[in-house]
């Protein structure tokens, strides 16, 4: 497994951008998946994002297509998630997620693979 840790959330006004980063320890980066997924106030975890090891595979949820964009620096044991045209239902905790499997990071299922603390995205009307 590897250990996660993202960054980058924050508030923003509707209509902005914010940057999630997750930067990941261990030396096999870079055969894993890698995903973002969400989780608002009294809401089940939703996934919103996975590339593959190589980045040259993604997917996104219906509800981001199109403003947000998943990337990834294999040198630099990092995954990002660019957030633009900002709304309020985009407000929740963000959680990265690894997994040697694209279908397990897409299914993001908190019992399998490795997951973040998450980070606090707050989009104001």
């Known amino acids: 497994q590897v250990q996660l840790v993202e960054s980058g959330g924050g508030l923003v006004q509707a209509g902005g951008s914010l940057r999630l980063s997750c930067a990941a320890s261990?030396?096999?980066?870079?055969?894993?998946?890698m995903g973002w997924s969400r989780q608002a106030p009294g809401k089940e975890r939703e996934f919103v994002a996975v590339?593959?090891?190589?980045?040259?595979?993604?997917a996104y949820a219906d509800s981001v297509k199109g403003r947000f964009t998943i990337s990834r620096d294999n040198a630099k044991n990092t995954v990002y998630l660019q957030m633009n045209s900002l709304k309020p239902e985009d407000t929740a905790v963000y959680y990265c997620?690894?997994?040697?499997?694209?279908?397990?990071?897409?299914?993001?299922?908190?019992?399998?693979?490795?997951w973040g603390q998450g980070t606090q995205v707050t989009v104001s009307s």
């Open positions: 590339i593959s090891w190589s980045g040259g595979s993604t």
């Open positions: 997620n690894a997994d040697s499997s694209f279908i397990a990071v897409r299914r993001g299922n908190p019992e399998f693979g490795s």
């Open positions: 261990g030396r096999t980066f870079s055969s894993y998946a």
